[in-house]
């Protein structure tokens, strides 16, 4: 956990200590021994979500202590890709915080963080999450038995492979690993490369051995499972974010006394600011780190050759629009534009 992380947040944590304090009682269901949260997630632990799965468990401990505990399985320990949204339904575990690709089945609306070129850049992103339209999708599932509580962003998606990706004709015959997206996969079709869904910890392996031969996925996730290894080249796309969701069962979040939704809630907000101003800075050292290594080279596209790439992909807006829903695309789009407004 670094010492920034920690400042950042002690004062919410002294607040919130001190407001569960001032309660007098919760369900006595809950009194006799802590609330267990199990986070399960399938990174590793110096990425984003990682340190944000950390601090989300060191916070709620100091905040509560003794009230509720938390179990943070990280690297697929518990479950996973395959595996964990079907254990959060049944209830073996309580919280994820998975790429909002995965959540497709679930809402059709959590596909719209896969549409190709639609945010400019991390910022864009960072502004549609906190957004009344944001907002709409983290309670999107909430039939399917699946509570959004918070957006934690890992940064921009480059792409690699072992041959140059300049042009979108460059792509063309690779085999791709992708999440389990049909934005995705519909993305490579768009330049006639091939589509392969892999977990992500297959990842490696799959490009270790040929299965695929390309992927996509921000600095940090590159570096911490050494993907760069297996990979010459990565081209600085920017062509979409990583978002993950942190989710929980609605039942089980229900079943909580409302003073400890209240807390969880405050502390998740603060964790969450704190993840995404972080993910950034981290994205930036793993891609110095990657190139100092000296075995992948970074290529970064001209203004045309992003154009490029733009324009290839970007019939897969049209495809998916109706079942994502035009007024988030739109809502993406006023963002964009507002932010080029304010940078002006």
């Known amino acids: 956990m670094t010492q920034s992380i920690k400042r950042s947040i002690s004062t919410t ?11 007098s009682s919760i369900n006595s269901a809950w009194a006799d021994e802590p609330i267990v949260i199990k986070f399960s997630h399938v990174v590793a632990e110096q990425t984003p979500k990682g340190q944000g799965a950390l601090l989300f468990k060191e916070a709620v401990e100091r905040a509560l202590p003794g009230k ?12 996973g890709d395959g595996q964990e949204l079907d254990a959060l339904l049944i209830g073996d575990v309580h919280m994820l915080a998975p790429s909002t690709s995965k959540l497709e089945y679930y809402s059709k609306q959590t596909q719209l963080f896969d549409l190709p070129f639609l945010f400019d850049d991390f910022d864009a992103v960072e502004k549609f999450a906190k957004s009344d339209a944001g907002k709409s999708i983290l309670m999107s599932m909430e039939n399917s038995g699946i509570t959004g509580l918070a957006y934690w962003n890992n940064g921009m998606k480059q792409m690699s492979a072992n041959k140059p990706l300049k042009k ?23 330049v006639r490369a091939n589509p ?44 979409g974010p990583v978002v993950y969701m942190v989710i929980t069962n609605t039942k089980f979040w229900d079943s909580l006394p409302a003073e400890i939704q209240r807390t969880l809630s405050e502390i998740l907000d ?13 994205n930036m050292r793993d891609k110095a780190n990657i ?42 789009l006023n963002i964009n534009s507002n932010s080029s407004s304010a940078s002006d």
């Not at 695929?212 to 010459?232: D, R």
């Open 291 to 332: 190139i100092a290594e000296g075995s992948t080279e970074v290529i970064t596209l001209t203004p045309d050759q992003k154009v490029k790439w733009r324009t290839a992909m970007e019939p897969v807006w049209k495809k998916h629009e109706k079942v994502i829903g035009p007024h988030l695309i739109e809502a993406a």
């Open 168 to 190: 979108p004709r460059d792509a063309r015959g690779l085999k791709f690993r992708v999440q389990a997206s049909n934005v995705l996969e519909d993305q490579y079709k768009a």
């Open 270 to 282: 603060d964790v969450s600011a704190e993840v995404n101003r972080q993910a950034y800075d981290l």
């Open 68 to 79: 509720v505990s938390v179990e943070v399985y990280p690297n697929s320990s518990l479950f």
């Open 13 to 23: 944590l002294l607040s919130s200590a001190l407001l569960f304090a001032g309660i």
């Open 196 to 239: 392969r869904k892999m977990s992500f910890a297959e990842v490696y392996q799959g490009l270790q051995t040929g299965v695929v031969n390309g992927t996509e996925n921000t600095y940090s996730n590159y570096y911490s499972q050494k993907v760069h290894e297996v990979q010459k080249y990565i081209t600085e796309s920017d062509h």
